[in-house]
């Protein structure tokens, strides 16, 4: 994997936008490692509530914003933002979801292997890990829909993040059709990482 390929590709956007299928589709083009900081918080939280250690952070996923006996009537949306806001950042400081993936993505950055983290939304827990990766080797995909209307009762913690302060190129895109996406993140790739666009094409290397 050349360098030309970003290193570090972080996913954000406002619920429902299509932030998880955009980073499923980068990783099987760059066989990138994709994985979101909100799996560890899901985990952990799952912990909390007493529930098994084996249940899959999926497990809600159908139903994140219904009201759920096991989080004491909470959504599992609002009980992951509860935990989060209340537990984990008071206790162990803003960037701990950020550096509990930290070695996550030294390692693949030794093996010039792409992480793709979708779900980002603080700027405090992406810090370490574009200083891990290095700004120059960071993309920044900023997932919208044009058809999007937040529903009023859906409650986000998560802001819209600028990281062009902190030197990392940023993109503004929809998920589209999978060929229109890659197209876009491959000319954005070409323009400011100076790679050649056929050669972003993983599977013809």
Same mark, same amino acid.
């Given at each position: ?50 529930? #098994?250690?084996?249940?899959? %952070?999926?497990?809600? /996923? ?5 009201? $759920?006996? !096991?989080?004491?009537?909470? +959504? ?38 792409? #992480?793709?983290?979708?779900? %980002?939304?603080?700027? /405090? ?5 574009? $200083?891990? !990766?290095?700004?120059?080797? +960071? ?67």
């Amino acid at each position: 994997m050349s360098s030309k390929v970003p290193l570090l590709f972080l996913i954000s956007g406002l619920p429902r936008t299509g932030k998880n299928r955009a980073g499923a589709i980068l990783s099987n083009h760059f066989n990138g490692d994709h994985f979101a900081l909100s799996d560890i918080l899901k985990k952990e939280t799952h912990k909390y509530y007493g529930l #098994s250690a084996d249940l899959s %952070v999926f497990h809600f /996923e159908d139903n994140k914003d219904v009201p $759920n006996e !096991a989080f004491d009537g909470l +959504t599992p949306r609002e009980a992951y933002i509860n935990y989060s806001e209340t537990i984990i950042k008071p206790k162990f400081g803003k960037s701990h979801l950020g550096e509990l993936v930290l070695k996550r993505v030294m390692d693949n950055k030794n093996k010039q292997k792409p #992480s793709i983290i979708s779900g %980002v939304g603080f700027i /405090e827990e992406v810090l370490p890990l574009i $200083n891990c !990766a290095g700004q120059e080797h +960071t993309i920044h995909l900023i997932i919208t829909r044009d058809d999007y209307q937040q529903p009023k009762q859906l409650v986000d913690s998560r802001q819209t993040l600028n990281l062009k302060t902190e030197g990392v190129a940023e993109l503004t895109i929809g998920p589209a059709d999978e060929v229109d996406f890659m197209a876009g993140v491959g000319r954005f790739i070409g323009k400011h990482f100076g790679t050649p666009l056929l050669f972003l094409d993983n599977k013809s290397n």
